[in-house]
């Protein structure tokens, strides 16, 4: 059984896609201007006005945006699946050619459309494991690390320096320590 590539799958879900109460106005400018911000080669400037035009009727701007990106390749089309779930899921899970079995999806985890799920992070499993480390690591440092003066001042220089390397939000949290023990001695 071969796989549906992302233009067949748009072929197969345009009319559900352009039946009314599907997608909102909002709904579509938001995956128009995805298309156009994060991958600006998909949509130009001009094609992000032309589909976002007020005038003309959602169902043929939407129409008018498919038919574009079914010409212009596989790439674009798997671009507006992305898009669209990020700000469609509910639609997304419903497409028609999701349910043909024939299809994988974008990177994301097949949902179970009867579960509530709660996404905490688009970051990954990586990114949790590689904040839990660096808690532990740091956990570690602060109640382990022996009141050697030798080993304190060592810890004080790779905190005063982690902060470049590690997130803005947890880089608040390290230096606030760092002050701490700097008030401290």
Do not use: W
């Amino acid at each position: 059984v071969s796989e549906q590539t992302y233009c067949d799958r748009l072929v197969q879900d345009t009319p559900f896609l352009l039946s009314p109460g599907h997608l909102s106005e909002q709904q579509v400018d938001r995956i128009i201007l995805q298309l156009n911000r994060y991958c600006p080669q998909i949509l130009s400037n001009k094609d992000a006005e032309k589909f976002r035009n007020p005038r003309a009727s959602l169902r043929i701007r939407l129409c008018d945006l498919l038919g574009h990106l079914q010409r212009s390749g596989e790439r674009d089309c798997q671009e507006f699946y992305r898009a669209l779930y990020i700000h469609a899921q509910p639609l997304h899970s419903r497409l028609p050619s999701r349910h043909t079995g024939q299809n994988s999806d974008l990177e994301c985890a097949d949902l179970d459309s009867g579960t509530a799920s709660h996404v905490l992070s688009d970051r990954g499993p990586m990114a949790f494991l590689a904040c839990l480390g660096l808690a532990a690591g740091l956990a570690l440092l602060v109640y382990c690390c022996p009141p050697d003066p030798k080993v304190l001042p060592r810890a004080r220089r790779v905190l005063g320096f982690s902060p470049l390397i590690v997130d803005r939000h947890v880089s608040r949290f390290l230096l606030a320590f760092l002050a701490a023990e700097l008030g401290g001695l």
